[in-house]
């Protein structure tokens, strides 16, 4: 069974949301609660896979999974020299990914299940296919799949954020979000297009083994990065995050989050491993560094201004994007030169954020939701003393808060600590926005606090009650591990973030899982 | 494909820009296929016309990007019908298709 | 005990927490010192803002925070927030124009270290 699974793992992962997804609304014909049953079912379930495989992955090296073929780990059946089926290919990068979504699935899933009040059967249909997709995008080696399963995910993302559908601000706002990202997938459809013209194959690992950056290929390298970094939210191309974020239910919010982060490792897996030898690594790194200070800065200096709660954390969220993308950055920047070591650091910092951030964001998008379920009111002005009626959900936000902006015994500080130490040695300025921006996050965070939870009480919230237990479950799971990631940040960079930063720094072991 | 740029960018109908997105679709996949081309090839199938007498195999044209094609115009489809059905309901909330209208009666900030 | 090693130095949050345990002990022992019996309730001083008495509640606006920030940097905001269109023409035409701008310096750096 074991074995079963270790080899057929990969494809499970996948399988098992979608076949999830599909018997939703036929279960949903017998009974209610034995869909909720169900749906608990089979998000544990999937969770469960999810780190076994990822455990078996950190232990005995990259898994791959061969579409079709006898045996799975027949790469390149008789006698041939390129792989020509589908392969799925998880290295330690990926694996940290699975990690970091399936904590994120968790919370997301449950808290959905006290919070959505009608058509929960549609809902969790989409959040399935939503979820297959992204495990999807983090496992596939095949350059054209990775292209499905981001349709994919835009698609299901866009149903399920034009879900409240009596509202019409957040039909627009899925509108807008579908339009963008069908405009960035149908460029990389079109790089990828390129890509195959020139070398024949559509493996990762072999377009890495052929490449030679000939001169229509920087066409298909800008088409590519561009294309992703529009899909996760960095700065010039960020105007539907907001929109998109701030007007999804706050499950929903708090797993665009996750998807985000699955288009943020696509480009990291593109960029180190498809062209990791590029000549010219150090001006598309300058690019990647810049789109990070850009987003860092610009998000939050929009989000200080912001009334409205969910918007403002959406423009969070696209800051603290930024720290991924110049955390990374400055790892690919620092490929081959002597600066290597702090390059190392910067990556294991950047990386150590992007778990770090579907937490404590994850939090509070759900804390967000929870004051809005509980007073039905979004605007900061007409909030006011909610910590005596809502002590938990006060307690829980303040966690987020202090885990957000960096404060210490948190897993936020642990990462961005890296990333300021790392930063300074690079150049000053860099360390030096960072640190700006940490302080404009408290700032704001600050805003909401006191606007929201402290103050008198107003007359019409003399009535509300705590949110449903679900939400409390939820909202306690990701506190309890953002404060244990806390606590001992060096067991989880040695266990699953170091692995994955040298897995993306060498891309040669990626190559030899294939060949 | 820049025709489809110049409707989304230009253009302030919702079912324009939608028209737009499935342009540029059009435009990549024709250019799918034709990199699949092959000098004198043919119908990549294993048919008996293809197999001339006295030649061991016929030059065809390259399969994958036909099945690449075909993925991507069912993707374009169901992305095509979402974006429109979207249009539909905000046509029944707004009553206008204007994308500027909608900002103003919506009052986005 | 855990210990993060960062490139210079290195931080251990158990001894963080460690301190901060004692400063809240330290802040325990000294309010055993504070008068006994001391209503908070009834001693209350009604808050003053700019000099005035605050009478009424809910005056404040979250609107209002830092209001001297906002004034400052007026310029910038308003710039900022003029991008900030709800339109998605105008969200195409930044991707265009980003595509064109990292276009135009990969080919540089193509034609002058290639």
Request: glycine residues 8%.
């Amino acid at each position: 069974m074991i074995d079963f699974l270790h080899q057929n793992g990969l494809a499970l992962l996948i399988a098992f949301p979608l076949l999830s997804a599909f018997l939703i609304p036929l279960i949903e014909k017998i009974s209610k609660s034995l869909r909720n049953i169900y749906i608990l079912f089979a998000v544990f379930s999937t969770t469960s896979l999810a780190m076994f495989l990822a455990q078996s992955i950190f232990a005995f090296g990259p898994l791959v999974y061969t579409m079709g073929a006898q045996h799975p780990g027949l790469t390149m059946p008789s006698g041939l020299t390129i792989p020509v089926r589908i392969i799925l290919l998880a290295d330690a990068f990926s694996a940290f990914m699975i990690v970091s979504s399936s904590i994120a699935l968790i919370a997301s899933a449950i808290y959905s299940l006290g919070s959505v009040k009608r058509s929960l059967g549609k809902y969790f249909s989409l959040f399935f296919v939503m979820s297959a997709s992204i495990f999807g995008i983090i496992c596939t080696g095949d350059l054209f799949n990775l292209f499905v399963f981001i349709e994919i995910c835009s698609i299901a993302s866009a149903g399920l954020v034009a879900f409240r559908k009596e509202k019409a601000e957040s039909t627009i706002a899925a509108y807008n979000y579908l339009i963008v990202s069908s405009i960035a997938s149908l460029m990389i459809l079109f790089s990828i297009g390129i890509i195959y013209g020139q070398y024949g194959v559509l493996n990762m690992a072999a377009v890495a083994k052929l490449i030679k950056f000939s001169f229509v290929d920087n066409f298909a390298i800008v088409l590519l990065v561009s294309g992703l970094a529009l899909k996760c939210g960095a700065v010039p191309l960020h105007f539907w995050v907001p929109d998109a974020y701030g007007r999804a239910p706050s499950g929903i919010s708090a797993f665009l989050v996750v998807a985000s982060q699955a288009s943020l490792y696509a480009l990291f897996r593109v960029s180190f491993t498809l062209f990791g030898a590029f000549f010219l690594i150090k001006l598309l790194s300058l690019a990647i560094i810049v789109l990070g200070v850009l987003s860092m800065f610009v998000g939050v200096t929009m989000a200080l201004a912001q009334k409205d709660i969910k918007k403002l954390m959406a423009y969070h969220s696209m800051s603290q994007t930024g720290y991924m993308l110049l955390g990374v950055g400055l790892g690919l920047y620092s490929i081959n030169t002597p600066l290597s070591d702090v390059g190392f650091f910067a990556m294991a910092g950047g990386l150590f954020h992007i778990i770090n951030n579907a937490m404590y964001k994850g939090l509070l998008f759900l804390t967000a939701g929870a004051i809005i379920y509980a007073t039905g009111q979004r605007d900061l002005n007409k909030l006011g003393g909610l910590a005596r009626k809502m002590p938990y959900t006060t307690i829980f936000f303040m966690i987020g808060a202090a885990a957000i902006a960096g404060l210490p015994p948190t897993n936020g500080f642990a990462s961005k600590l890296l990333i300021y130490e790392s930063a300074f040695i690079f150049n000053p300025i860099l360390s030096i926005v960072a640190l700006i921006v940490s302080v404009f996050t408290l700032v704001s965070f600050v805003k909401i606090f006191c606007s929201a939870f402290l103050g008198p009480e107003r007359n019409e919230f003399k009535n509300i009650k705590e949110v449903p237990c679900a939400m409390h479950f939820a909202m306690a799971f990701l506190s309890v591990l953002i404060i244990l990631f806390g606590i001992f940040p060096d067991l989880i960079l040695n266990a699953i973030v170091k692995p994955a930063a040298s897995a993306l720094l060498n891309s040669l072991a990626y190559m030899g899982a294939v060949f | 494909m820049l025709i489809g740029f110049y409707a989304i960018i230009f253009r302030r109908n919702l079912i324009k820009i939608a028209m737009g997105v499935s342009i540029i679709a059009s435009g990549i996949n024709l250019f799918l296929i034709a990199i699949g081309y092959r000098h004198e090839g043919v119908v990549p199938i294993f048919t008996s016309a293809a197999i001339k007498a006295g030649e061991a195999q016929a030059k065809m044209v390259l399969p994958v990007p036909q099945a690449l094609t075909l993925t991507s115009i069912v993707i374009s489809l169901a992305v095509t019908a979402l974006m429109l059905s979207f249009a539909v309901v905000i046509y029944k909330k707004t009553n206008t298709l204007d994308i500027k209208e909608i900002k103003e009666a919506l009052n986005i900030d | 005990m855990s210990t993060l090693e960062t490139y210079f130095g290195f931080w251990t949050p158990t001894i963080f927490i460690l301190f901060f345990c004692l400063a809240m002990l330290l802040c325990y022992l000294l309010s055993l010192f504070a008068k006994k019996g001391f209503a908070y309730s009834k001693n209350k001083a009604q808050p003053f803002v700019s000099g005035n008495a605050y009478s009424e509640l809910n005056l404040i606006r979250a609107s209002d925070y830092f209001w001297g920030f906002f004034k400052a940097t007026e310029n910038y905001y308003d710039f900022i927030k003029s991008i900030h269109t709800g339109l998605v023409n105008d969200y195409i035409s930044w991707f265009i124009g980003v595509i064109s701008v990292m276009l135009i310096v990969v080919f540089a750096g193509v034609i002058i270290w290639g």
